[in-house]
């Protein structure tokens, strides 16, 4: 602070606390909604405090699922949430983090064009190639499987960028000292690179968690088996209930439980998360 | 306990640059051998193609009797200590100096042993536990040699090692470093640009000037007869002086058109004399060779400089006195070559005349 | 790019680079290239036979008022989205650079909603602008302003707007909080020692040094609500009412997934991939470079 201006600051604080608010409170309503009964929402009045049936919502939810929308227990979804998240970050890390050693560590022909070609992975969300992705998919048999739902993530251009630009900052005299020591390629990578690389890689991993348990449309294209459904996507399967509105207490429960396991990783780690937020872009 | 040849080296870069013009020394067992040269000279260039690290476009390298052209630098048996010395950050003191003896599958019990006896002989067993995040750039520097003394190899590469230390611990380190190759009989190969290092290190130098040998031989003999101006200059500080000197029927005479009191070889129109600081003196104007202007005197301590201006000549040149200077600046004075230590240059190929 | 001192190997790499390669071909470049070869086919209402048509399908989409349509809401609702997203992130990345007490206690409460998925973003705002049980519907209701996004295309679309930066605010907060984080203080001092107060040393000092900042979170928050808002639209209005709230994405799906008018949402494809491409490298060319942390 360059001068003391306490009205000043105390404005700041307000305005932070009331824009936290602002952020803070759908979350907070929707955790009122969760712990309602269902004729409470019925009432004309809209709930401002927690009522009283939280246990039993979220152990009716957590256990047995929706029946109505055919939404199975939240806690299978929750964890083929946590499988797709941990293998597409642990599956995108290993595969770009060897990728950008060969492209910075080796010379051979066409290592370019592979340079180019990992680039156009950005160029290509999965947004704008429904259709023909889900072909591939559908032909190789990956619908309604963990690899179908991990596998054709785990391309990424961000990370190998991340390594890659990582690599380029490790002094030369690194690679020669360890060939000096008789280290070849696989022992330099293993012994002295992957070390070098571990703040990389675990920020990169809080990034890529999140990114693998927000999935959306991927899941929605690749499992129509209720049993391989993702807290995420199967949201939407209880919202869209044909001609009736969506029993909102248990929505609202999934929708909690649904944002828990990345939120909790992006407030603990979260120097590691802002690093890796701020490393992927650069 | 090894000797290295070098053949007609030769280093030509993908893009056509050819670093390295053809190098043929033979490097003798427990030799101290200095590289040393201006920027772009070549001169880390030769050192990195001995260790492996440049490929070698032509020529021969062996060190004892084998040919190691294609050989791994990890299985030539040599040991580097690099200019930013290249500590692993992530490794201890301990397992930066045992790992190449780790990959080489030694027993823990051996690398223990030669890590130990490396530290003693370096005095850093106290921080064999710390990282090299946490040591000083002097212990930095003793934990680079560390790991280039525990393998015991046959030859060591110094690539400018001591250029990133503070003046009075780059001397403190130089003074180790020879007692300590000394000791362990080791061939040694060295680069520099300090001409300083270069001159008290080497038992044998080498002066490189774009991506050639200028010359070979021991500090003295680089000193005393350098066999190019471009040697002669680079060895000696402050540098010799050259100045052109015209001959004709009458004789030969300086730019200033004075007349030299000695003689010159002969068959040459044009001579570059060579004189260092401090073979010039500062005389009566009847002894004179020269007579000079003082523009700037730089007082050492135990020496001066005085640098004087002479008609027709662009430069300044440096004569070098013990204790004060006795002269002012703006003064005139006359100043005597010793004959002696006299060196005459083509001035066309720059090499000596004898 | 790429070191000078390097590992001579001629097999390694390629089994380096296999996994990505062999990944980014079944799964980005065939089903990218199979959208191209489609947009140029026109298949019978079986699905038995396919025609090429060159662009005739292009020549459809750009007379067809619907798709142009959607072009246009794409706009309005992404540069609504970005200008909402980053102007809220901007102030209070300021106010949070201001404060010294509590800064990183506030840091905490704003970056959170990074992880909370589009979709469950949509589902939150939904339910706050319901009519009946959400307090800004309902509130608005009470007040006599008609809420009702079930049958107010426009209201809809200011609940996905609202829905989707919500949930882009503490992404732009952190890169501006950096951004600001990095400006020196020494500038900042100098200029409170010349006599500029507050307001005007972020009007003539802090904001320019952010452009980049800006700029750069600008094309990124572009593409965020162009692309990867599928799920918040998806999961709440489903592109209603009336089409009110579909954008381009969303389109793609529903043409092809749904209406299986394979030829036009191919072309949709290709059309959105330009789209991608041009900001990608529009982003890397000219923004990555110039943004300083």
Known sequence: MVENRPLLTFFSHLALIIGISFIALPVWLAFVVSTQEASALFSGQVPLWPGEHFIENYSSILFEGEKNSGAPPILLMITNSLVMAICVAVGKITISIISAYAIVYFQFPFR?????????????????????????????????????????????ATATFLFRQFYMTIPDEMIEAARMDGAGPIRFFIDILLPLSRTNIAALFVILFIFGWNQYLWPLLVTTDASYYT????????????????????????????MIPPVIVVVTMQKLFVKGLIETEK | MSTVTLKDLKKTYANGFQAIHGIDMEIRDGEFIVIVGPSGCGKSTLLRMIAGLETITDGELMIDDRRVNQVEPGKRDIAMVFQNYALYPHMSVYDNMAYGLKIRKKST??????????????????????KPSQLSGGQRQRVAMGRAIVRDPKVFLFDEPLSNLDAKLRVQMRIEIRKLQRALKTTAIYVTHDQVEAMTLADRLIVMNGGLPEQIGSPM????????????????????????????KK??????????????????????????PEDIEI???????????VSVIEPLGADSLIYGSCEGMKEDLVVRVRDKATVQEEETFSVRFNQQKLHYFDPTTNSRLP | MQKQVRFDNKVLPYLLVAPQVLITIIFFIWPASQSVYQSFLVEDPFGLSSEFVWFANFEELFADSTYLDAFGRTLLFSFSTAFLAISMALFLAIMADRVIRGETLYKTFLIWPYAVAPALAGVLWFLMFNPTIGVIGFGLNALGYEWNHYLNGWQAMVLVIVASAWKQISYNFIFFLAGLQSIPKPLIEAAAIDGAGPAHRFKTIIFPLLSPTTFFLLVVNLVYAFFETFPVIHA?????????????????????????????????????????????????KYVEKKVTY
């Open chain 1, 112 to 156: 370019q064009a592979i340079f180019w070609m990992i680039f156009m992975t950005l160029m290509l969300p999965v947004e704008v190639r429904i259709l023909p992705t889900f072909e591939v998919i559908a032909q190789l048999g990956m619908l309604n499987s963990y690899a179908g739902l991990t596998i054709p993530l785990i391309a990424s």
């Open chain 1, 231 to 258: 807290v995420v996507m199967g949201i939407q399967r209880m919202m869209a209930v044909p001609d009736s509105d969506p029993i909102w207490h248990y929505v609202m429960a999934t929708a909690i439980l649904g």
């Open chain 2, 109 to 130: 019990e051996e690398i223990a042993q030669q890590v130990n006896r490396a530290a003693d002989i370096l005095e850093i067993g106290a921080l064999l536990d710390r």
């Open chain 2, 221 to 248: 003999e680089l000193y005393d007869r350098p066999a190019t101006t471009f040697v002669a200059g680079f060895i000696g500080s402050p540098a010799m002086n050259f100045i052109p000197v015209r001959v004709d």
């Open chain 2, 251 to 276: 004789g030969a005479t300086f730019p200033s058109g004075q007349n030299l009191n000695f003689s010159v070889p002969s068959g040459h129109e044009n001579v570059l004399l060579g004189i260092r």
């Open chain 2, 283 to 293: 005389t009566t104007p009847d002894l004179a060779d020269l007579t000079l202007k």
């Open chain 3, 236 to 284: 709440t209005t489903q592109g209603g009412p009336a089409k009110a709230t579909e954008i381009l994405v969303y389109k793609v799906f529903n043409d092809g997934f749904i209406g299986l008018d394979l030829g036009g949402s191919a072309a949709q494809s290709v059309i959105l991939m330009i789209i991608v491409s041009g900001l990608t490298v529009f982003q890397f």
